[in-house]
């Protein structure tokens, strides 16, 4: 994995980098056909509720977006730099997802992600996550916290 610094709360100055992140980190799928809901919208809003958290070191690396609202937490958004995919920030992200709803007092988590999106609907899978529903565009998926 990539040497990350811890990740930290986003600050509202830093909502129009992290949409076109999102965006980017989303647009190969786009450019595959899959036609997927604005992946950025509200992040202005999810910064002001302290819903969103990135990772940096001289440039903005990656974001998670996350509610903990106990009894259950909602990972809204996880989304990687191009320049750093396939350096493990993904799942450092996730991790701290995790990490942050368990702190919080979340029993679950839960997730939707994209049906034609079989990778992650995979990666979720062996992070743990089980499906719980589905239907013509998203896949639910939610894991037990300790």
Known sequence: MAEAAQPRL??????????????????????????????SGGVDE?????????????????????????PIAHLTNVAVAQSTRGQGLGGALIQWALQLSTSAGCSEIS?????????????????????TERDDRRVMMVRALP
């Open 111 to 131: 997730l939707a992600t994209h049906v034609e999106m079989p990778g992650n609907i995979a990666l979720y899978a062996h992070l743990g996550w089980r499906e």
């Open 46 to 70: 999810a910064i002001a509720d302290g819903q969103v958290w990135v990772i940096e070191k001289t440039s903005l690396q990656g974001v998670l977006m996350l509610s903990t609202a106990p």
């Open 10 to 39: 986003a600050q509202a100055g830093e909502a129009s980098a992290i949409a076109r992140l999102i965006d980017a980190a989303y647009q190969p799928y786009r450019d595959q056909g899959v036609a997927l809901p604005d992946v």
